[in-house]
């Protein structure tokens, strides 16, 4: 079973098809995914998609990821996910936890076995 790699928010990067498009190196299935992806946003190209996961400090990221307030915040409190924030649940995750509740379940999970009382 492949590991999961879970973004700051909650998100399942190993989900994302650019992620899984880039850990493979396959060039063809990198298109492929950016030719879909180009139905959201012309500009999209096989290497612009190439993304190692919002928790690489350094590497490839998929544009959104470079801008996202949610990344830049927990890395500057330094936490690995926003689970382990002592601001948890903060007014940057509540909006999206409302449009994807798989976020709030997968922080919660990781918080309730990290820290004790959760």
């Given at each position: 079973?492949?590991?999961?790699?879970?973004?700051?928010?909650?998100?399942?990067?190993?989900?994302?098809?650019?992620?899984?498009?880039?850990?493979?190196?396959?060039?063809?299935?990198?298109?492929?995914?950016?030719?879909?992806?180009?139905?959201?946003?012309?500009?999209?190209?096989?290497?612009?998609?190439?993304?190692?996961?919002?928790?690489?400090?350094?590497?490839?990221?998929?544009?959104?990821?470079?801008?996202?307030?949610?990344?830049?915040?927990?890395?500057k409190?330094?936490?690995?996910?926003?689970?382990?924030?002592?601001?948890?649940?903060?007014?940057?995750?509540?909006?999206?936890?409302?449009?994807?509740?798989?976020?709030?379940?997968?922080?919660?999970?990781?918080r309730a076995?990290?820290?004790?009382?959760?």
């Amino acid at each position: 079973m492949e590991a999961k790699t879970i973004a700051f928010c909650g998100i399942d990067c190993s989900a994302c098809d650019a992620y899984r498009a880039t850990q493979s190196g396959d060039p063809v299935e990198l298109e492929r995914v950016a030719t879909a992806w180009r139905a959201f946003d012309p500009n999209v190209t096989a290497d612009t998609l190439r993304c190692d996961g919002c928790l690489a400090a350094t590497g490839r990221l998929y544009g959104w990821c470079t801008e996202c307030p949610i990344r830049t915040c927990a890395r500057k409190h330094g936490v690995v996910s926003c689970a382990y924030c002592t601001e948890y649940v903060c007014d940057k995750l509540a909006p999206h936890f409302e449009q994807n509740p798989k976020m709030r379940s997968s922080l919660d999970t990781m918080r309730a076995e990290y820290l004790p009382g959760g």
